[in-house]
């Protein structure tokens, strides 16, 4: 799926440069990610489903992830407490690379803002404060679940 042009100024720049099916609410984990992303997160030699959640103040990751992702952390932005759907949480803000993978076109590396959070067994969480605000990014429904597209691209 070829992206469009978006007119900035009266400068045409491609809207999109990647694309990549999104999977709607499905299960991951125990836990039901109402638009689900693939991603991977540098540190880790695995890809993952990420929970896109345009609501959520910031991104988070937790559980085994965190752990894993330790030793490779540097010093933390801050230390946060987090209110979320599943209880506040305690973790610290680090700057860590997502590769959100296109289908069509290029994948995106972001350098966004990530909560570590250890004590978090939600999903990946991909918020949008010091991440998706970082990008342009569309969701299109499509004609069924099967067919619906995460368009992304640089915001710079």
């Known amino acids: 799926m070829a992206g469009g042009t978006l007119r900035l100024e009266g400068v ?21 990610l109402t638009v689900a992303v693939r991603c991977l997160i540098r540190g880790l030699p695995f890809e993952t489903q990420a929970l896109l959640d345009t609501g959520a103040a910031w991104s988070v990751i937790g559980g ?14 801050q230390a946060m407490i987090l209110s979320t759907r599943l209880g506040r949480i305690r973790g610290k803000l680090h700057e860590l690379d997502i590769e959100l993978l296109a289908e069509h076109g290029e994948s995106l590396m972001v350098t966004g803002s990530v909560l570590i959070a250890p004590d978090w067994t939600g999903s990946v969480v991909l918020g949008y404060r010091g991440f998706l605000e970082r990008i342009r990014f569309a969701l299109d429904p499509g004609v069924n679940p099967d067919d619906a597209w995460f368009f992304f691209a640089s915001a710079g």
């Open 64 to 77: 085994d992830l965190a752990e894993i992702l330790a030793p490779q952390l540097g010093e933390p932005e």
């Open 12 to 32: 045409a720049q491609s809207w999109s440069t990647g694309s990549a099916r999104n999977r709607i609410a499905i299960e991951h984990e125990g836990t039901i």
